[in-house]
């Protein structure tokens, strides 16, 4: 079964609304990571998060380990913040290959 | 932040001919990967590489092969394209000492008519 599962699948926002996307996994994790995907364009990581909460601007990640879950919270969206929210995990293989597995993504529309 | 640039950004091409995507980075990264993105799939990795010299299976390697002449280059080779193949395809880099956060191109769009 697939092991990194993003919901919601899509999320329509109005300007200003805060905005909570998950991603679960049903194996171990060396790591989680985040990305940003532009509309139709490339791929920007928003964080590197194996555990723990980090902050970054108006975009907090969450990962909890034993629950086996990651979250990737905005707050007060913006129009720029429109596209698609990528979560990877990098498999607890015993070694470190650093291999990604992706989520199929959150698409996020923000309308003012 | 790291620069990785991929050529070209799109490629139309026939079926059973060969088509090579180019990746260049310029930040030193050991690790280099090639992923193609399709709807309702994700991002599936295709090939990657510890270093120049060095290439390894990922998920979905079937038809396609890779190159990394340099520590710069990592090249995906489709020697047989077919319409299967049409997607778009990323590139990434990363290293250990980055804590492994991946650097993306922005992306080659194949389409194998």
């Known amino acids: 079964g697939q092991q990194v599962q993003q919901s919601p699948a899509s999320l329509v926002l109005q300007e200003g609304e805060n905005a909570e996307l998950q991603c679960n996994f049903s194996t171990s994790l060396n790591s989680m990571q985040w990305f940003y995907q532009r509309p139709g364009g490339s791929l920007v990581s928003l964080f590197y998060n194996p555990s723990g909460t980090k902050h970054s601007g108006r975009l907090t990640s969450t990962t909890v380990i034993k629950e086996r879950r990651s979250s990737l919270h905005i707050s007060s969206s913006q129009t720029t913040d429109s596209g698609t929210y990528l979560c990877?995990?990098?498999?607890?293989?015993?070694?470190?290959?650093?291999?990604?597995?992706f989520g199929k993504g959150t698409l996020l529309t923000v309308t003012p | 932040e790291a620069a990785v640039t991929q050529s070209p950004r799109n490629k139309v091409a026939v079926t059973g001919g060969k088509v090579t995507l180019s990746c260049n980075q310029t930040?030193?990264?050991?690790?280099m990967y090639w992923y193609r993105q399709d709807t309702g799939h994700g991002l599936r990795l295709i090939h990657y590489s510890y270093g120049a010299g060095s290439t390894e299976k990922g998920d979905i390697p079937d038809g396609y092969k890779a190159s990394r002449p340099s520590q710069e280059n990592f090249s995906l080779i489709l020697e047989l394209a077919t319409p299967s193949q049409t997607s778009v395809y990323f590139c990434a880099s990363g290293d250990a000492q980055c804590n492994e956060r991946l650097f993306f191109g922005h992306g080659t769009k194949l389409s194998v008519l």
């Open positions: 930040n030193n990264h050991n690790n």
């Open positions: 990877a995990l990098e498999r607890d293989s015993g070694g470190s290959n650093y291999k990604l597995t």
